[in-house]
């Protein structure tokens, strides 16, 4: 889609020398220019207000959140007094949680590696260019290998125990499944039927590390118990 | 006699030549001023002076990219001032939080700002991301930019859980142990890994002065660098992208 130039045509090694090019115009086909009527405005003062009122805003916001609430400071460090729990910062707390099913080398590595490159690789998977709605022109067998593939996962973790994974897979393969045939449907049905297969990988991905961030956060007590959320204190 | 207002005075401060050779641009409202002031500002100058009207609109990039640089721009800022009040030494950086608490003005309000800054700042950046893909705004010539986008992300993270330590206190101390037990489990590169960032064995006070440079040094660096690329190649690759766009009906070939 991107005119790029070829690279690796030099044209001239000269600096000073002035490119020469040779085009051929064929007398069907002459130079054209794509025109557009879009809308432009100036940047300043439209986009540049904008700007600052956002900064404004999350200074704004920060400010009255910093009043609000302090943030937390337990005693001093002490190498020989163990909480319990002992908790990683919230954003950890989602792997912290896998923890208590899978053995370490696999919550801690391999999994955060996995989405790590998992997430790199997005823009260079051709699926990611081309994919239609997921259920756009699909005949049984689409349909029989999602099913396998999900079951498949749901199996995997099942094997685990690993409830908050299964949960959240089982309720997006039956999201998949009800926005088969949507196009028809109500305006709910007729937006999961846009969807594509990546999109939907996505929505798990994103699912599955909220719920999980969530209970390792809210639900987890002393030994990693479950606990409700309104027994414990919780810090940030 | 002349009277004298507001407007005369600027009027004569803006014919100076003091202020000429700083502002170039002249004052009416006129296009190629509103040109001048975008391209002639070296802050400004990432911009194009003429933007797509829709990309201003809310639902075009929800402006998460925009919220976790204004939280980068807060924490810059607050962060330096706390490190006016801060010694990464143990017992000291626990007392200077106290200190901040109870003695400094203001100090609770500025330590609380660059918390809530941080957390804000990952949380943005998450949704930001989510937003990009939703969008399909990972598309050629944009691919190379969303990696830039994901290794911000792991920047934002690791300045966030370098700086979780610095307080000092049980939560922090508790919270990295746990974390770089985790790095342990690295296969071959993990013990090392974890020795090379503690400084140690165990989190210890060498551990809160590696902790202490990354997070104040190392790592704001690499963020400035990454976020400068990241922020660049938005422009060059034409300005924010939101929503795919089918192509225009009304553009045409002349």
């Excluded at chain 2, 901040?100 to 804000?120: P, S, T």
Aim: hydrophobic share 50%; net charge positive.
């Amino acid at each position: 889609m991107s005119a790029l130039p070829p690279i690796d045509l030099v044209e001239t090694a000269d600096p000073i020398a002035t490119p020469r090019r040779v085009a051929l115009v064929r007398p069907d086909r002459r130079p054209s220019v794509r025109t557009t009527d879009e809308k432009y405005v100036m940047t300043f003062p439209n986009l540049i207000v904008r700007e600052v009122i956002l900064f404004q805003v999350v200074v704004i916001g920060l400010a009255v959140a910093a009043i609000l609430f302090d943030a937390p400071l337990e005693g001093i460090a002490n190498p020989l007094e163990t909480p319990n729990p002992a908790k990683a910062p919230w954003y950890f707390l989602g792997l912290q949680e896998l923890l208590h099913y899978f053995p370490p080398v696999v919550a801690g590595v391999l999994m955060p590696l996995l989405v790590v490159v998992a997430l790199v690789v997005i823009p260079y998977a051709r699926i990611n260019q081309t994919a239609g709605p997921l259920w756009a022109g699909a005949g049984p067998r689409r349909a029989l290998t999602l099913a396998a593939a999900g079951g498949a996962v749901i199996a995997l973790f099942g094997v685990f125990k690993c409830w908050p994974i299964v949960v959240p897979t089982a309720g997006t393969l039956v999201a998949m499944f009800a926005a088969r045939g949507g196009e028809n449907g109500g305006a709910f049905r007729r937006a999961l039927a846009k969807g594509t297969l990546p999109e939907w990988i996505m929505v798990w991905f994103a699912v599955v590390a909220t719920i999980l961030t969530i209970i390792g956060t809210f639900f987890r007590g002393p030994g990693w118990s479950f606990v409700w959320p309104w027994a414990q204190t919780v810090a940030f | 006699m002349t009277t004298l207002s507001l407007d005369s005075v600027f009027r004569r401060l803006r014919a100076t030549d003091a202020y000429r050779s700083i502002v170039r641009h002249g004052a009416s409202a006129t296009n190629r001023n509103r040109s001048l002031i975008v391209f002639e500002n070296l802050f400004l100058h990432v911009h194009p002076v003429k933007v797509r009207e829709k990309t201003l609109r809310f639902t075009h990039t929800y402006w998460l990219g925009g919220i976790a640089l204004a939280c980068a721009l807060i924490l810059t800022a607050t962060g330096v001032l706390l490190m006016f009040y801060y010694h990464p030494s143990v017992p000291q950086a626990y007392r200077d939080m106290r200190e901040l608490e109870f003695v400094v003005d203001n100090g609770l309000f500025l330590r609380n700002m660059h918390r809530w800054a941080a957390h804000l700042m990952v949380f943005a950046s998450f949704l930001h991301m989510m937003r990009v893909f939703f969008h399909r705004a990972y598309r050629p010539p944009r691919q190379f930019n969303w990696v830039v986008g994901v290794v911000l992300l792991l920047v934002t993270l690791l300045l966030s859980y370098t700086g979780y330590l610095l307080p000092w206190d049980q939560l922090a101390f508790w919270g990295v142990s746990v974390g770089t037990n985790m790095a342990k489990e690295a296969p071959l590169i993990g013990e090392k890994a974890r020795f090379l960032l503690l400084g140690g064995n165990i989190v210890s006070e060498n551990a809160l002065l590696r902790f202490y440079v990354l997070h104040c040094v190392v790592l704001p660096v690499a963020l400035l660098l990454l976020l400068s690329v990241h922020i660049w190649r938005v422009r060059k690759d034409g300005g924010v992208q939101g929503p795919p766009e089918k192509p225009s009906s009304r553009e045409e070939v002349r």
